[in-house]
């Protein structure tokens, strides 16, 4: 999110993205007006040093952090550590991995006690963003009980993939839309997303 928070907000996502890497056109500076407290708040950050996450956590108050570099584990416990050491609550982890065509699912191993979960995106040229998804088929091979948030390039057209996905025994958390939503970087086209909204709310209701 960068423009249209509020409107996004209004049609109860579970999670909100908000991006802190100077790189990318979705970069937040502003404010986080306040959210309805069933959203939580996503902090985005790519190979960010402790200091710059740790304060970006406390200014918008943030209850997850994504790490989207080559962040390593040992990073993850310095900043869990620091993180206990500034507050009594701090926010859950979850670490993203570029998926192509193929993925060696051990190097989640190092990773998987100190996250709350994994997401996996796009390999692509763009830190996340790049408007297509990876091939599903290669999850079948998804060895851990942690659950993962499935993103990269899923709009209205996936519907009857994420359908399919849905049917497995996969650990998925939550579905990670961006770029297939948006008329212009951090701003969402909402009609599309209550599109969206609807498909996958009647897709859970069967699968209840």
Known sequence: MKYNTQEVAALQPDYLGFIFYEKSPRN??????????????????????IAFA??????????????????????????IRVLIDSSETWPEIWKVFSIK???DF????????????FLFDTKGKAKGGNGYTFDWNVLK??????PFILSGGIGLEEIDNIKEIL????????LDVNSKFEDRPGQK???????????LASLLERRD
């Open 167 to 174: 049917a497995t025994d996969l650990p998925i958390l939550a």
């Open 106 to 117: 051990k190097r989640l191993t190092p990773y998987k006690d100190h996250v709350s979960a």
């Open 189 to 199: 086209n909402i009609e599309n997303l209550t599109t969206f909204t609807s498909q």
């Open 141 to 146: 091979d998804y060895p851990f009980k942690k």
């Open 54 to 79: 740790k304060a970006q956590i406390e200014k918008y108050n943030l209850d997850i952090i994504q790490l989207h570099g080559s962040e390593s584990p040992e990073y993850i416990k310095d900043l």
């Open 28 to 49: 937040f500076d502003g404010e986080i007006q306040i959210l309805p407290k069933n959203i939580k708040k996503v902090g985005v950050f790519v190979d960010a040093t």
């Open 101 to 103: 065509d193929s993925f």
